[in-house]
């Protein structure tokens, strides 16, 4: 069993920022990747960071040079900082685990993030 914490979310002005915590946990629990996912109203849901062992740390480009993401190797806390957000920002933000011994995705419950102009 993995239980996923996410921490930071809330509304802000336009140009502001937040930033995102998620923690996991459980026993054995050996985490590869963790990766940051947003739905917005309507749209599917998207990647917009990771963080992974064998692949590196990637951002997506929609918020490269805004989002910047940290996490020590091998640990199961990561930290998203998003600076200068904008009102396309807004969405509901998932944390993602996957671990070595498995290929199950862990989904936490999500974080809202409301910008407005």
């Known amino acids: 069993q993995v239980q996923i914490w996410e921490f930071g979310g809330g509304s802000v002005q336009a140009g502001e920022s937040l930033r995102l915590t998620c923690v996991a946990a459980g026993s054995r629990l050996r985490v590869e990747t963790m990766a940051w996912y947003r739905q917005a109203p309507g749209k599917t849901r998207e990647l917009v960071a990771i963080a992974s062992i064998n692949s590196g740390t990637k951002v997506a480009d929609t918020v490269k040079g805004r989002f910047t993401i940290s996490r020590e190797d091998f640990s199961a806390a990561m930290n998203k900082q998003m600076n200068n957000l904008k009102p396309d920002d807004t969405a509901v933000y998932y944390c993602?685990?996957?671990?070595?011994?498995?290929?199950?995705?862990?989904w936490g419950q999500g974080t809202q993030v409301t910008v407005s102009s």
């Open positions: 993602l685990v996957r671990s070595f011994s498995s290929p199950e995705n862990y």
